[in-house]
């Protein structure tokens, strides 16, 4: 996936305050830990609440509220938004737009044990399986 998708979901140059075009650059932004508004850019682009956002990145909701008015999340926190950010960019690369990737990403799936793609994201394992299927259907082994 490329860094240039998965920066364009975070809210892109604007919101991450520097020009970012490969991973390494990217790698450094997230240790500096990513501003609030990438947070809300992501979820704008999912059509998400902040709560099924905040569910999908493990944040609670007092430490939500606590990062808005810090601007700004832990490094562990921005990797794991990251993580949604990828996710994403890869659903919206195959779905070719931010509507279809966010109705597939909210359908139970049956690849998936039946349950919705964003269920999945508070842990690696689970992106890992996202991602999977993602690929399995860019290939056309699975609808």
């Known amino acids: 996936?490329?860094?240039?998708?998965?920066?364009?979901?975070?809210?892109?140059?604007?919101?991450?305050?520097?020009?970012?075009?490969?991973?390494?650059?990217?790698?450094?932004?997230?240790?500096?830990?990513?501003?609030?508004?990438?947070?809300?850019?992501?979820?704008?682009?999912?059509?998400?609440?902040?709560?099924?956002?905040?569910?999908?990145?493990?944040?609670?909701?007092?430490?939500?509220?606590?990062?808005?008015?810090e601007k700004k999340f832990t490094a562990p926190e921005s990797d794991r938004l990251l993580r949604l950010a990828r996710v994403a960019a890869l659903a919206v690369q195959i779905f070719g737009t931010e509507e279809k990737a966010a109705q597939w990403m909210k359908k139970p799936n049956f690849a998936l044990g039946s349950r919705t793609p964003f269920e999945l994201l508070e842990t690696d394992a689970g992106v890992k399986a996202v991602e999977d299927v993602l690929w399995q259907i860019a290939y056309g082994i699975i609808s």
């Open 1 to 69: 996936m490329p860094a240039a998708d998965i920066v364009e979901l975070l809210g892109g140059q604007k919101v991450l305050k520097r020009k970012i075009s490969n991973a390494m650059e990217l790698h450094e932004r997230i240790l500096m830990g990513l501003p609030y508004v990438a947070f809300d850019s992501v979820r704008t682009a999912l059509r998400l609440t902040r709560e099924e956002a905040a569910t999908a990145i493990g944040i609670p909701e007092r430490t939500l509220v606590r990062r808005k008015k």
